[in-house]
């Protein structure tokens, strides 16, 4: 089992729709969870950290934390073009100051 | 505040070549961590150094190593250079170590002739 699984996609959504990603992870002792967006070409850029069980929201986005069921989601709301990149999820697995990066899941967003 | 920087943008070797890599974190952050970047493989951690010393190391051989100096700089070097070596090479500073926010540079990008 990989420590930090997403689904590669892409996953095509339309302009104005919510896009959910979904990230899985392996180690139950895991404390910090991160969400990248990378553009082709470039570098993954940071758009939300979450520690505690629960939601966090930034603007259009929205970070979901179970740490019982392992896993952590992305919500976009409102998607728009420009959001049409490969979204990388980090858990810092505990004991160990290492982040794990998942292999990304690639999202499309229809205009 | 300046981002991170990171020396040369691209670079092109060859093998049995060796290349050193430099890495300049947002100041004030203290600890820098290198990744390579492959289509394959994806972001996978080579090695995290925070007040001039390496603390955590992922698997990667022993042909690649690093440092920091007590301004905060990183430099990474991969020795004996091989095809599989071409990559981008990311570095990403952070305030301290461990489960904080990371900020990505860049990228080298690495390609191995």
């Known amino acids: 089992q990989k420590e930090v699984e997403q689904n590669s996609g892409p996953l095509s959504v339309p302009e104005g729709a919510i896009a959910s990603l979904n990230c899985t992870y392996s180690?139950?002792?895991?404390?910090?969870f991160f969400w990248y967006r990378q553009y082709s070409g470039k570098s993954p850029e940071l758009i939300m950290s979450?520690?505690?069980?629960g939601d966090k929201e930034d603007g259009r986005f929205t970070a979901q934390l179970n740490k019982a069921s392992q896993y952590v989601s992305l919500l976009i709301r409102d998607s728009q073009p420009s959001d049409s990149a490969t979204y990388l999820c980090?858990?810092?697995?505990?004991?160990?100051?290492?982040?794990?990066f998942g292999t990304g899941t690639r999202l499309k967003v229809l205009a | 505040k300046a981002g991170v920087t990171q020396t040369p943008r691209y670079l092109i070797k060859t093998r049995g070549q060796q290349v050193t890599l430099s890495c300049s974190p947002i100041s004030g952050h203290r600890s820098v961590s290198w990744y390579q970047q492959t289509p394959g493989q994806g972001l996978q951690f080579l090695f995290e150094?925070?007040?001039?010393?390496?603390?955590n190391k992922g698997n990667f051989p022993g042909r690649f190593s690093g440092r920091q100096f007590s301004n905060s700089r990183s430099e990474m070097n991969v020795s004996t250079l091989e095809l599989g070596d071409s990559a981008l090479y990311l570095c990403a500073s952070s305030l301290v170590i461990g489960g904080n926010e990371q900020f990505f540079g860049p990228g080298t990008r690495l390609t191995v002739l």
């Open positions: 979450i520690y505690s069980n």
């Open positions: 980090a858990v810092d697995f505990a004991g160990t100051y290492k982040y794990i």
């Open positions: 150094y925070f007040s001039e010393t390496q603390r």
């Open positions: 180690d139950r002792g895991s404390q910090s």
